[in-house]
C-alpha cells in the first residue's frame, strides 16, 4: 500500500512510527520512503466507514495501548517532529488563529482559555500522542482486527482530541465516553485522583 502526501506532512510519520514500534499492529510499519511518498506494508480489510459504535469502542482500546506507551516518550515523539499540542503551545496557536481570522463573537471565547486548558490538565490524564484524525475510515482491518492509518494529524497532546473524534454521529457516545474514562483512570495515577475527588 503506496500512501502518497505532501512534504510538509512526512515528519509528522514520527507519530505512526513511535505507535508502531511500540505496540506493534498498531499502526502499518513504512517499508520504505522516497520524496513525498512511503510504501506501508499490506494491510488486509477495509476502511471501517460507519463502524457501529461497539467497533468503536475496540478502535479507542486499540489506540489507547499506544497513547499509554508514548505517555512517557514526549522528547521522542517532538525529536521525530511530532508537534507539540499540549496547553501552552495549544494556547498560543489557538489565540494566533483567531485573532487572524475570527469575528467578534469568536474573540469572546478566548476569556478563560487558559483556565479551561488548566482545568482540562487538572482532570489527570497526560499528554500524549494523539491520531489527530481518529475516525472509522482512518483504521483498517475487520470487524476484530484493526491497523490505525494516516497519522498525517498525529500531534502531541490531550487524548481527549481523539475520543471526540471518534464520537462523531453516534446517536449515544456515552458508553464510548464512560470506557474511555475508566481506561485512563485505570492507566493514570492522576486520572484515578481526579475522579475521587468529582
Given at each position: 500500500?503506496?500512501?502518497?502526501?505532501?512534504?510538509?506532512?512526512?515528519?509528522?510519520?514520527?507519530?505512526?512510527?513511535?505507535?508502531?514500534?511500540?505496540?506493534?499492529?498498531?499502526a502499518?510499519?513504512?517499508?520504505?520512503?522516497?520524496g513525498?511518498?512511503?510504501?506501508?506494508?499490506e494491510?488486509?480489510?477495509?476502511?471501517?466507514?460507519g463502524?457501529?459504535?461497539d467497533?468503536?469502542?475496540?478502535?479507542?482500546?486499540?489506540?489507547?495501548?499506544?497513547?499509554?506507551?508514548?505517555?512517557?516518550?514526549?522528547?521522542?515523539?517532538?525529536?521525530?517532529?511530532?508537534?507539540?499540542?499540549?496547553?501552552?503551545?495549544?494556547a498560543?496557536?489557538?489565540?494566533?488563529?483567531?485573532?487572524?481570522?475570527?469575528g467578534?463573537?469568536?474573540?469572546?471565547?478566548?476569556?478563560?482559555?487558559?483556565?479551561?486548558?488548566?482545568a482540562?490538565?487538572?482532570?489527570g490524564?497526560?499528554?500524549?500522542?494523539?491520531?489527530?484524525?481518529?475516525?472509522?475510515?482512518?483504521?483498517?482491518?475487520?470487524?476484530?482486527r484493526h491497523?490505525?492509518?494516516?497519522?498525517?494529524?498525529?500531534?502531541?497532546?490531550?487524548p481527549?482530541?481523539?475520543?471526540?473524534?471518534?464520537?462523531?454521529?453516534?446517536p449515544?457516545?456515552?458508553?464510548?465516553?464512560?470506557?474511555?474514562?475508566?481506561?485512563?483512570?485505570?492507566?493514570?495515577?492522576?486520572?484515578?485522583?481526579?475522579?475521587r475527588?468529582?
Amino acid at each position: 500500500m503506496a500512501q502518497a502526501g505532501p512534504r510538509l506532512l512526512r515528519p509528522r510519520g514520527g507519530g505512526a512510527a513511535l505507535a508502531g514500534r511500540t505496540r506493534p499492529g498498531t499502526a502499518p510499519v513504512p517499508l520504505a520512503a522516497d520524496g513525498g511518498r512511503v510504501l506501508l506494508e499490506e494491510l488486509p480489510g477495509t476502511d471501517r466507514y460507519g463502524a457501529e459504535a461497539d467497533e468503536r469502542e475496540q478502535m479507542l482500546a486499540r489506540l489507547h495501548t499506544a497513547q499509554v506507551a508514548a505517555v512517557s516518550r514526549a522528547d521522542e515523539l517532538l525529536a521525530l517532529g511530532v508537534p507539540d499540542r499540549r496547553a501552552p503551545r495549544l494556547a498560543e496557536l489557538i489565540r494566533a488563529v483567531v485573532r487572524a481570522d475570527g469575528g467578534p463573537e469568536h474573540l469572546a471565547l478566548l476569556d478563560g482559555l487558559d483556565g479551561r486548558l488548566a482545568a482540562i490538565e487538572a482532570c489527570g490524564v497526560p499528554y500524549t500522542l494523539v491520531h489527530g484524525d481518529f475516525h472509522p475510515g482512518n483504521v483498517r482491518g475487520t470487524a476484530d482486527r484493526h491497523h490505525l492509518i494516516d497519522w498525517g494529524d498525529a500531534v502531541l497532546g490531550h487524548p481527549a482530541i481523539d475520543l471526540l473524534r471518534m464520537c462523531e454521529q453516534l446517536p449515544d457516545p456515552a458508553p464510548l465516553h464512560r470506557a474511555w474514562c475508566d481506561r485512563w483512570r485505570a492507566a493514570a495515577p492522576a486520572a484515578r485522583r481526579s475522579a475521587r475527588s468529582s
